[in-house]
């Protein structure tokens, strides 16, 4: 099976148009130490797109010009991008927030031990992968031994001040469904987490960020193996909420790629779908062609999944 699905069509999801742009995401390449069932990016081991260093460069003065105050990383693995450090440390000397998506098992891979201590020097925002508090559903998401892995790294970024009151230090958690549904109540799910793995593990954490799954590349690919994408297509469509289209992500937030091209949002990346929405048959922005932005937004059915219940993006349900 391919880690891929079609590109979504347009069949009524209402225009977007562009606020001011405050946050610029990076995703610093599709390396990943893990493969998961749910991965929009269709991230993994065996992936070799990496973000050069000169690019990196050009986005942080794409980012100065546009008065951007939030950097966001992901991946992939961000950290297994070999100039990972060095991005953080030139964008926080900028004044920057720097937010890291966090796969933590990656803390317990060979090599990697200096992720926890690294981000906690230079204050980065840990946005850490936890797709449920029981251990057979992540494992059955993401793997065998992964459960185990990420509560032994969020322990260790407990004990470095992350998620502690007045550290200063922020930790926030991030649930994916385990298949074709929407994400259950946000604040009473966030509840459960911390009661559970404080009481099982110690554990503390500032937020649980519910993130519906998008039916795009590898989660998209299982759907349509599974005879399940136009139900899963069905039901994002029936639960719509107009209200959500306010305060979705790619109002106040541009995606860019490992070679630098620009986009709307990190879906609309994957999707390979250009800024404003333009032909797919066009050639895509790029860091050093960006002037300015069309305040139109490029959409799809994938929107859907945005806007749907209480609403998704990167930072979690959007009426919640």
């Known amino acids: 099976m391919k880690?891929?699905?079609p590109l979504l069509q347009t069949t009524g999801f209402p225009?977007?148009?562009?606020?001011?742009?405050?946050?610029?995401?990076?995703?610093?390449?599709?390396?990943?130490n893990l493969s998961c069932i749910h991965c929009h990016v269709a991230a993994g081991p065996k992936r070799t797109e990496l973000m050069s260093r000169s690019t990196m460069i050009t986005a942080l003065q794409v980012a100065e010009r546009f008065r951007v105050q939030t950097l966001d990383l992901t991946g992939g693995s961000p950290e297994m991008n070999p100039d990972f450090g060095w991005l953080v440390e030139q964008a926080r000397e900028r004044g920057m927030h720097v937010m890291d998506r966090l796969n933590p098992t990656?803390?317990?891979?060979?090599?990697?031990?200096?992720?926890?201590?690294?981000?906690?020097?230079?204050?980065?925002?840990?946005?850490?992968?936890?797709?449920c508090y029981s251990r057979d559903n992540v494992d059955a998401q993401r793997g065998n031994g992964v459960f185990e892995a990420s509560i032994t790294a969020l322990q260790?970024?407990?004990?470095?001040?992350?998620?502690?009151?007045?550290?200063?230090?922020?930790?926030n958690l991030?649930?994916?469904?385990?298949?074709?549904?929407?994400?259950?109540?946000?604040?009473?799910?966030?509840?459960?987490?911390?009661?559970?793995?404080?009481?099982?593990?110690g554990l503390e954490f500032n937020r649980l960020f519910t993130?519906?799954?998008?039916?795009?590349?590898?989660?998209?690919?299982?759907?349509?193996?599974k005879g399940q994408f136009d139900e899963y297509m069905s039901l994002l469509k029936n639960a719509y909420e107009p209200g959500n289209l306010k305060s979705v992500m790619c109002r106040n937030l541009i995606s860019v790629d490992y070679l630098g091209r620009v986009y709307d949002c990190d879906f609309n990346q994957?999707?390979?779908l250009p800024l404003g929405g333009a032909e797919k048959s066009m050639e895509l922005h790029h860091l050093l062609e960006v002037s300015d932005l069309p305040r139109a937004i490029g959409v799809a059915d994938h929107c859907f999944g945005c806007t749907a219940g209480q609403g998704s993006s990167c930072g979690g349900a959007l009426s919640s």
């Open 211 to 225: 993130i519906t799954n998008m039916p795009i590349k590898r989660f998209g690919a299982i759907l349509l193996s």
């Open 15 to 32: 225009p977007i148009r562009r606020a001011s742009v405050e946050t610029l995401q990076l995703n610093l390449g599709y390396l990943c």
């Open 106 to 131: 990656i803390m317990e891979e060979p090599g990697y031990e200096w992720v926890g201590e690294f981000l906690a020097e230079h204050q980065v925002e840990a946005i850490a992968s936890l797709p």
């Open 156 to 171: 260790r970024l407990n004990r470095l001040g992350y998620g502690k009151p007045g550290s200063g230090l922020i930790l």
């Open 3 to 5: 880690d891929t699905a």
């Open 270 to 272: 994957m999707l390979g």
């Open 174 to 201: 991030v649930y994916n469904p385990l298949g074709p549904v929407l994400p259950p109540d946000q604040p009473r799910l966030e509840a459960e987490y911390k009661k559970f793995l404080g009481d099982a593990f």
